[in-house]
C-alpha cells in the first residue's frame, strides 16, 4: 500500500532504506493502472521516464547515506508527483485540455516543474483540466471528463480536477495545479484533499500556459498540509524569467507545520512536533460568504470547523468583506479580456493545431473554431468585447477599478485578523452534466473563491467534514501576501485536531 503515502510518511522509509524510490514509483504506477480508467485523471503518462528518474533518486539516497548526508537530502527525493497539463514539462506533451495543442510538446520545463527536478521528485504523467484551465468541473477538457473518486457521478471540479482526483485516489502523492479564480481550492475541496494557492509572484509563472496573467498562479494538491508545506517551499522563491515573481525570501513553511525548523538541522521530514498551534491568533470570518443558498451541510461543517480553531485558542470575529458580491462579475470581465489576449497567439502558424484556408484569415477561422471548445470561445468573445473600444472603459476600466476595491477590503480585514475562514464551495461535488448547459450557474461554483484571486493574495482549502451522501466538504483559509507560514499553520493546527484528512474514498480495481 505504499501508493497511499504522505509525502513525509514516505520520505521517512526512503532514508531509512526500508523502501526505495523504484518500489515507490511502480505502486503508484499500479495504482494508476488499477483505478485511472474510472477515475481519468490522467491524460498522459510517462511510465518509462518516471522509472528512469526514480533510478536516480535512489542512486543519489544511496550516496547521502554513504555520505552521512541524508539530513541534507531533499524530502521529495524520490517522490511520485503528477503535473496539471497547463505545466510545461520538457518533452512531455502539454496539451492544456485542449485539441488544438493535442500534439504539442514544449522544449523547456516551468520553472516550478525545474525546481522539483532538481529535488529529485519523479514525474508520473500530466493530469486532466478544463480547457486552458477555464472551468470549476473538469468537465471542459476537449479529452474526456474526470471523474470524482468519492462518487464517480460527480464532477470533481475544475479546473485542476485531474490533479485533485489524482490526489484523492492515491494515484500519486501529490500534484501541481493552477489557481486563476479558486482552481486549486475548489477541487480539493471537492475531492477531499488539501489545496493551495500561494501569493501572486509567490511561485514562479514561468512555463504556465497563461490563461488570465493577472490572476494565475501554481499551486499544490496534496494529502495533507505537512506536504502541502514540502511542495511550497520547493517551487516557492524568485525567478528572474518571470517578470511577476516576487524576490521575498522564503519562509521556513515547516517551521509552523512541524513547531521546528526544516532542512540541515538534523530533523527527518517526518518527525513532527505539535507545531505552533493557533492561541492568540485572530480568525476572521465574514459574513458575506455564509449566504442564502448554500447547501446547510456545507455552512454547518464550516462554522463547526471554526469552532474547532476557537476551542484551540483562536480568537473568532465577525468581519465584513462588503463588496465581496461584486467578485464574480469583476472575475468574469477581467479573466476573459486577459485570456483573450492571451489566446490570440494560437493562429495554426507558430505551432499547435494548423487547418489550412484559401486565405490567411480563413485558415485563423479554421483553426481556432475546430481547435477551440465552446467554453473557451465563450470566454474570449467575452474579453474581447470588453476590450474593445467602445466599451473599454464601460466594462473592463470599471472592472479594475472595483479590483482595487476587493483588494482594499481584504487589506482592511486583515488588519483586525491574521486568517480569514469560510466555506471553500458553496456545495459539494455536483453530477457530471448537472450545469453543463447553465454556464452562469458554473461560475457561480466558484463565488467563494475568486476574490482572492482579485487580491492577489493566499489561501488553502483544507477537509472538514462531509454531508448526507459522504462528499467532501472544503474549509477556506484566506492571508494577506506572503503570509503562507500562517496560513500553513492555521491549517495543521485544524487538521491535526480533527483527522478528516485521514479518511479516503474507495474505488474498485479496474484491472482485469
Not at 322 to 342: G, K, Q, R
Not at 365 to 375: A, D
Request: glycine fraction near 10%; aromatic fraction near 6%; include cysteine.
Amino acid at each position: 500500500m505504499l501508493h497511499t503515502l504522505t509525502i513525509h510518511a514516505a520520505a521517512d522509509l526512503l532514508r531509512a532504506g526500508e523502501i526505495t524510490a523504484a518500489e515507490l514509483t511502480e505502486a503508484a504506477l499500479g495504482r494508476i493502472y488499477a483505478v485511472d480508467n474510472a477515475v481519468k485523471a490522467y491524460l498522459t503518462l510517462t511510465p518509462e521516464a518516471a522509472l528512469q528518474q526514480a533510478a536516480a533518486a535512489d542512486a543519489t539516497i544511496a550516496a547521502a547515506r554513504r555520505d552521512h548526508a541524508l539530513d541534507h537530502l531533499s524530502p521529495l527525493a524520490g517522490i511520485p508527483l503528477a503535473i496539471k497539463d497547463v505545466i510545461s514539462v520538457e518533452g512531455v506533451r502539454t496539451t492544456c485540455g485542449s485539441k488544438i495543442l493535442e500534439n504539442y510538446v514544449p522544449p523547456y520545463s516551468a520553472t516550478a516543474v525545474e525546481r522539483l527536478a532538481a529535488a529529485g521528485a519523479v514525474i508520473l504523467g500530466k493530469t486532466n483540466t478544463d480547457e486552458f484551465a477555464m472551468g470549476s468541473s473538469t468537465e471542459n477538457s476537449a479529452y474526456f471528463t474526470t471523474r470524482n473518486p468519492w462518487d464517480l457521478a460527480r464532477v470533481p471540479g475544475g479546473s485542476s480536477g485531474g490533479s485533485a482526483a489524482a490526489v484523492a485516489a492515491d494515484a500519486c502523492l501529490a500534484a501541481l495545479g493552477s489557481d486563476t479564480g479558486g482552481s486549486v481550492r475548489q477541487p480539493a475541496a471537492l475531492c477531499g484533499v488539501v489545496g493551495l494557492k500561494p501569493t501572486y509572484g509567490r511561485v514562479s509563472r514561468y512555463g504556465l500556459v497563461a490563461f488570465a496573467s493577472s490572476l494565475d498562479q501554481i499551486g499544490v494538491l496534496a494529502k495533507d498540509v505537512t506536504d502541502a508545506a514540502l511542495l511550497l517551499g520547493t517551487i516557492a522563491g524568485h525567478d528572474p524569467r518571470d517578470s511577476t515573481s516576487v524576490d521575498v525570501p522564503v519562509a521556513d513553511y515547516l517551521l509552523g507545520v512541524r513547531g521546528h525548523g526544516s532542512g540541515g538541522d538534523g530533523q527527518r521530514s517526518g518527525d513532527r512536533g505539535q507545531g505552533a498551534g493557533v492561541r492568540g491568533l485572530r480568525v476572521g470570518a465574514p459574513k458575506e460568504y455564509f449566504i442564502p443558498g448554500m447547501q446547510p451541510e456545507v455552512e454547518a461543517a464550516v462554522r463547526a470547523a471554526i469552532g474547532v480553531l476557537a476551542d484551540l485558542g483562536a480568537a473568532i470575529r465577525e468581519i465584513s468583506l462588503p463588496h465581496t458580491d461584486l467578485a464574480l462579475p469583476v472575475y468574469y470581465l477581467i479573466a476573459p479580456a486577459e485570456a483573450s489576449a492571451n489566446l490570440a497567439r494560437y493562429d495554426g502558424i507558430r505551432y499547435g493545431l494548423s487547418t489550412p484556408g484559401a486565405t490567411l484569415w480563413d485558415g485563423y477561422r479554421l483553426t481556432r473554431g475546430q481547435g477551440f471548445g465552446p467554453e473557451v470561445k465563450r470566454r474570449i468573445m467575452l474579453g474581447a468585447y470588453a476590450l474593445s473600444a467602445g466599451y473599454y472603459d464601460a466594462y473592463y476600466l470599471k472592472a479594475q477599478q472595483v479590483r482595487t476595491l476587493i483588494k482594499a477590503d481584504f487589506e482592511n480585514a486583515l488588519r483586525e485578523v491574521d486568517v480569514i475562514a469560510c466555506p471553500t464551495s458553496p456545495t459539494t461535488a455536483f453530477r457530471i452534466g448537472e450545469k453543463a448547459d447553465d454556464p452562469l450557474s458554473m461560475y457561480l461554483a466558484d463565488v467563494f473563491t475568486l476574490s482572492l484571486n482579485l487580491a492577489g493574495m493566499c489561501g488553502i482549502s483544507a477537509p472538514c467534514g462531509f454531508d448526507a451522501a459522504g462528499l467532501p466538504i472544503g474549509l477556506q483559509l484566506m492571508a494577506g501576501a506572503f503570509q503562507e507560514a500562517t496560513l500553513l499553520r492555521v491549517a495543521y493546527a485544524y487538521e491535526q485536531a480533527t483527522g478528516w484528512h485521514r479518511q479516503k474514498p474507495h474505488i474498485a480495481d479496474q484491472r482485469r
